[in-house]
């Protein structure tokens, strides 16, 4: 990379509690379990198959996301989750389609994917040792479920002194509206900063870019 790409490019994000800075050299998108069984796709689970209808809108708005995101050399990551052969009996997916990505966000070259067999993203997983070797510090989340396996990586980010930031209509629940309602409570309370699609489409795009573009 040249001195120009490597540079500090900081923009600011307009999210709740307060607008926030954001370094997106040193910044990565986190797509949590976007996978066909959680997004209701599959008929493996009724808590995701009642919830299809928001799993897509979380979709369509991660897709634009992660379009910005690499346009703006923004590292992409994929958070798989896999069965645990130790919890037996446990395991929700069925078939291997159950556990295929959808389709509207394969992965493409030079995103990374991180398979994991917990909740969150940081358990048994390289996903810090990555991180730490890019040298990235703000995450960026949306996913599903907002309350399950998004909250339980997004509180472990910011136990381990990451910046993270939730993207409200990008992300979907399991349950009744009130476990998303909490989630977005908890991490503008208490945990990270609460976004909206297009204010982070806006700083991706450079609209509001205050370092180097």
Request: aromatic share 8%; glycine share 6%.
């Amino acid at each position: 990379m040249s001195d120009r790409e490597t540079a500090e490019r900081t923009v600011e994000i307009e999210t709740r509690p307060e607008p926030i800075e954001v370094d997106l050299s040193r910044s990565a998108l986190v797509i949590v379990d976007m996978q066909n069984v959680f997004a209701g796709r599959t008929e493996s689970s009724d808590l995701f198959t009642k919830n299809a209808e928001a799993a897509m809108g979380a979709i369509i708005q991660t897709t634009k996301l992660a379009d910005a995101a690499r346009a703006a050399a923004v590292t992409v990551i994929y958070l798989k989750m896999i069965k645990d052969p130790e919890r037996k009996g446990k395991s929700i997916f069925k078939s291997p389609e159950d556990a295929k990505i959808v389709d509207e966000l394969s992965p493409l070259p030079g995103d990374v994917v991180v398979e994991k067999s917990c909740y969150s993203g940081f358990r048994g997983t390289g996903l810090e040792e990555f991180l730490k070797n890019r040298g990235i510090s703000y995450l960026i989340f949306t996913g599903i479920a907002t309350n399950i396996c998004v909250e339980s990586t997004l509180r472990d980010a910011y136990f381990l002194n990451y910046w993270p930031i939730l993207v409200s209509d990008a992300v979907s629940n399991a349950g009744p509206s009130l476990t998303q309602d909490a989630t977005v409570w908890n991490v503008e309370e208490a945990f990270g900063w609460v976004a909206t699609t297009a204010n982070v489409l806006k700083a991706l795009s450079g609209h509001s870019v205050k370092g180097v573009s």
